[in-house]
């Protein structure tokens, strides 16, 4: 497919994927292949207006993992929040130390969220 042809929004999306955080690194480790709950996770997934992290189409949940930065722009965070879950989306947000320290415990909430989405 030709550069030119693609949306800013799928280019900026490959960007994120190039340069993904050590967070990033970790929590894809666990949820590519379908390794959780047989579920397929894409990384840097475009949905709506937004970028997410990492989204189950399947299940409608996508996953956020926050930085230092997210501190000072809380109040975007929960507008995009709000948005994806009026378009039918759960959503869960972790901060990257959080998967850093205690990725088993992250994974513990994200098969929880899965679990409930499929009932």
Not at 52 to 71: K, S, T
Not at 82 to 93: K, S
Request: hydrophobic share 45%; with cysteine.
């Amino acid at each position: 497919m030709a550069r030119a042809s693609l949306k800013p929004r799928t280019l900026r999306a490959r960007e994120l994927r190039r340069f993904a955080t050590d967070a990033e690194h970790v929590l894809w480790s666990r949820l590519r292949n379908r390794q959780l709950e047989g579920c397929k996770f894409r990384r840097q997934a475009p949905i709506g207006r937004f970028i997410a992290d990492f989204a189950c189409l399947e299940r409608r949940l996508v996953i956020e993992l926050d930085g230092g930065q997210h501190a000072e722009q809380t109040r975007y965070d929960g507008m995009r929040t709000q948005a994806l879950e009026a378009a039918g989306w759960t959503v869960l947000r972790f901060w990257n130390h959080e998967v850093l320290q205690n990725v088993e415990g992250v994974l513990i909430a994200v098969i929880a969220a899965l679990n409930a989405a499929a009932s």
